[in-house]
């Protein structure tokens, strides 16, 4: 499996406080993603990176921004958070080339409440 | 019409059961073909994965791919209340690096 970690694994804050998760992955995978589940939606993109520097948006970018100045890590950051903002984010990484080709591995997520 | 439909249960199931999950899609470039397996408060994990159409066996499990009806399938044979989890189907197309996934079925295994 590939190696993912993503910090902090729970938060909580306030509406309009500046919040952000970081994801590290040890694979030297070249694609990594962001991600929201939430119940009746399933998982939905939010942004991802093709490489250091390289982003785009995803389904649901409003509100947020990303930043990957190093190959393994993809920084997720809400810029004011608000209470819709609450919900379960994955990372995820990915490596084309690969055995598995354009398969995503997943961190263990982060439960973010916005109060 | 979602890309991607799947329905979302709840399944319940006794143990020994065989399982049948389903997605259907719309988008014909869809070439990568994955189930991910969901525990309750954990992140998805990679349980399958097939390229193109037919079929691949691991195990208990084996995943069917028919691309000319858009559909694939998951089955689980002897099910087990370790299988109890979430399942979720997601699919991509060549260079894509993107997977447009299936909401997820929860799938409950009674002992």
């Known amino acids: 499996d590939a190696g993912i970690t993503q910090s902090p694994r729970h938060k909580v804050t306030e509406t309009g406080t500046p919040v952000t998760l970081r994801c590290h992955q040890t694979?030297?995978?070249?694609?990594m993603y962001w991600y929201r589940q939430d119940p009746g939606h399933g998982l939905r993109l939010i942004h991802y990176?093709?490489?250091?520097?390289?982003?785009d948006k995803g389904e649901v970018s409003d509100g947020y921004s990303v930043s990957r100045s190093k190959t393994e890590d993809f920084l997720l950051t809400l810029e004011s958070a608000t209470s819709s903002q609450t919900s379960v984010y994955f990372c995820?990484?990915?490596?084309?080339?690969?055995?598995?080709?354009?398969?995503?591995?997943f961190g263990p997520g982060t439960r973010l409440l916005v109060l | 019409q979602k890309e991607v439909e799947q329905d979302p249960g709840p399944l319940s199931v006794p143990e020994g059961a065989i399982v049948s999950l389903n997605c259907t899609y719309s988008?014909?470039?869809?070439?990568?073909f994955m189930w991910y397996r969901q525990y309750s408060r954990k992140g998805p994990e990679l349980l399958m994965y097939?390229?193109?159409?037919g079929n691949k066996e691991d195990g208990r499990f084996t995943a069917q791919v028919d691309k000319s009806s858009k559909y694939i399938s998951l089955f689980i044979r002897d099910s087990q209340p370790s299988d109890s989890a979430t399942y979720l189907c997601?699919?991509?197309?060549?260079?894509?690096?993107?997977?447009?996934f299936g909401k997820g079925t929860l799938l409950t295994v009674n002992p």
């Open positions: 995820a990484s990915g490596a084309s080339g690969s055995l598995y080709e354009e398969t995503q591995y």
């Open positions: 694979e030297n995978h070249r694609y």
């Open positions: 990176s093709y490489g250091v520097k390289d982003t």
């Open positions: 988008n014909s470039a869809f070439q990568y």
């Open positions: 097939t390229y193109s159409s």
């Open positions: 997601a699919m991509s197309a060549t260079g894509d690096y993107k997977l447009t």
